[in-house]
């Protein structure tokens, strides 16, 4: 019986054999060297992330001065109640969004990659023209209100950019694309702190001789942010469908080698039918996540962005603290805090966190994505188990050890988990449910950021005064546990993408070696690439 082949099995041996070769051409063409369809990708999801992340982050940095123009009889600080509101709006519009836009890049495909980028530019000049009503809504209620608006953009630019520059990189360049397009965020973040210290630096006598000139300052560094949006939005809208959502999901050959710049062979043309008909993406979801597969590899990369994105924020609490030890805290005027305060935040920036982007985009494809989450999760569990045992003595006694403690935190997280649970869900489902899978996985991240900005806010000042942060030792002992949650995760459930084609994602691949060896009909299932899961069926 070993020696004979049925029917069937040739045929799935010759289907297989025709779409690896299709595929391979697909990957040694247009989408997989470095080219202008690399230069392209690269600019215009990057040119997004950029916008993103400074629209995220200057927040933290223009709250200082509204509380000046807005809120002079609060001792010109905004209540804690209306901030917390204000800088979470853009949190639940970023939720919305990355679920949104993650599921309509599957039903309706990638073409739809441009109205998440409009959304935002409307977002961001609307922020920063948000004026009030004569009796009413305030101008932080509207700039609560287009920050919303201005989330969902951001949020639809998770998936959609993932799945774009996943699909349009080669293999063996795959990974290091997709951190260099997150990397990004950190440039984001650097971006908006050195636009408000020029702005400042340009209006510091006007805001000398009347603080209420800093209505302009905040205006322009909300405004300015929708400059690299503007400049690539047209590549975004005609950038063509992806050839892989082309070839796998719509079966158009035509429409995937047009893309590449390629014309129809007529092997292509035979094996791949348009498909005319209205595709059930709800039915071919729950098809394909109702295995316990596939759905473990989704529990395990959105379980691992909530765990990551819950700790993350954790960083944060303690930058009041590195900040007064720098001398960077209150000043005595208005001009001399909001400087202070913007150049403490380009140093914390870039305590370990902008190199760490850097050094996952040159090590990602010879470490591995999985690897490095192992190593992230690993490093950041001690960090925080350290920080919490010793956080007083390191406060009082060792703060050059504390601030050294921190970068490495900030380092670890973003060579490490930050990046790879955005670059993973990319990559590790087949393009049928590529976008919805990553647009849950990033909201189930943002999530985590919710619920720590709003829980552990609360936490850390139990047992002491408002804003002492009495209990922030045993927090930080939470999030340690929470990162070795994260480890334990990524041990489980995620499988390595390194050096893989995204068609061996696809549901139905058959390896090459199968391919050659096909002696019998048991050699005919799908191979698979998950290797605890074959040793699961033994």
């Not at 690539?232 to 590449?260: C, G, W």
């Not at 005595?332 to 050094?359: D, H, K, M, R």
């Amino acid at each position: 019986m070993a020696d004979i082949v049925s029917e069937r099995g040739q045929e799935r041996f010759v289907t297989a054999e025709e779409k690896l070769h299709s595929l391979e051409k697909l990957d040694d063409s247009g989408a997989g060297g470095w080219n202008w369809f690399t230069a392209r990708t690269i600019l215009t999801s990057g040119a997004g992330f950029f916008t993103d992340s400074y629209d995220v982050f200057i927040i933290n940095l223009i709250t200082p001065m509204l509380g000046y123009v807005y809120y002079a009889h609060n001792n010109n600080k905004i209540p804690a109640d209306i901030e917390g509101i204000l800088k979470g709006m853009s949190s639940v519009g970023t939720f919305i969004g990355q679920l949104l836009f993650g599921f309509l890049g599957d039903i309706l495909g990638r073409k739809i990659y441009g109205f998440e980028l409009l959304i935002i530019i409307i977002g961001t000049i609307n922020c920063a023209t948000a004026s009030s009503a004569i009796r009413g809504v305030s101008a932080i209620g509207f700039l609560g209100l287009w920050r919303l608006i201005l989330g969902i953009g951001i949020g639809g630019d998770y998936p959609m950019s993932a799945t774009i520059t996943s699909e349009w990189s080669a293999a063996g360049k795959r990974g290091m694309m997709m951190a260099l397009i997150f990397s990004m965020q950190g440039i984001g973040n650097l971006a908006a702190a050195i636009v408000t210290l020029i702005l400042l630096a340009i209006f510091k006598n006007a805001i000398i001789a009347d603080v209420m000139n800093l209505d302009y300052v905040w205006r322009l560094c909300i405004g300015l942010g929708a400059v690299p949006a503007v400049g690539t939005i047209y590549l975004r809208f005609t950038m063509p469908e992806s050839p892989r959502y082309s070839l796998n999901v719509e079966h158009d050959v035509e429409a995937a080698a047009q893309a590449k710049g390629q014309v129809v062979s007529n092997e292509l043309a035979k094996q791949y039918t348009k498909v005319e008909e209205k595709r059930d993406h709800w039915a071919e979801f729950r098809a394909y996540f109702g295995q316990w597969k596939h759905f473990k590899v989704l529990l395990g990369t959105a379980s691992a962005w909530f765990l990551l994105d819950v700790a993350f924020y954790g960083l944060g609490l303690n930058n009041s603290a590195i900040l007064s030890a720098i001398g960077f805290a209150n000043k005595p005027t208005p001009f001399e805090t909001l400087w202070a305060n913007t150049v403490g935040q380009i140093i914390i920036t870039c305590l370990g966190s902008v190199p760490g982007y850097y050094i996952t985009v040159f090590t990602i494809e010879k470490l591995g994505r999985r690897t490095i989450q192992i190593m992230g999760f690993t490093a950041t569990t001690i960090l925080f188990a350290i920080l919490a045992g010793c956080y007083n003595i390191l406060i009082e006694r060792s703060m050059p050890a504390f601030i050294f403690l921190f970068t490495l935190a900030q380092l670890f997280q973003n060579f490490g988990a930050n990046s790879t649970t955005f670059i993973i869900p990319g990559e590790v489902f087949p393009t049928k449910v590529r976008a919805s899978a990553h647009g849950i996985s990033a909201a189930s991240g943002k999530a985590g950021a919710i619920l720590a900005s709003f829980a552990f806010n609360a936490l850390v000042d139990v047992g002491g005064p408002q804003g002492a942060h009495a209990f922030l030792p045993e927090v930080l002992g939470i999030f340690a546990a929470v990162m070795f949650l994260g480890l334990v995760v990524t041990i489980l459930w995620i499988p390595e993408s390194k050096g893989k084609d995204l068609e061996e994602f696809e549901e139905g691949y058959v390896a090459e070696h199968t391919v050659e060896a096909g002696s019998s009909d048991a050699s005919i299932a799908n191979e698979s690439v998950y290797p605890e899961q074959e040793a699961g069926k033994a």
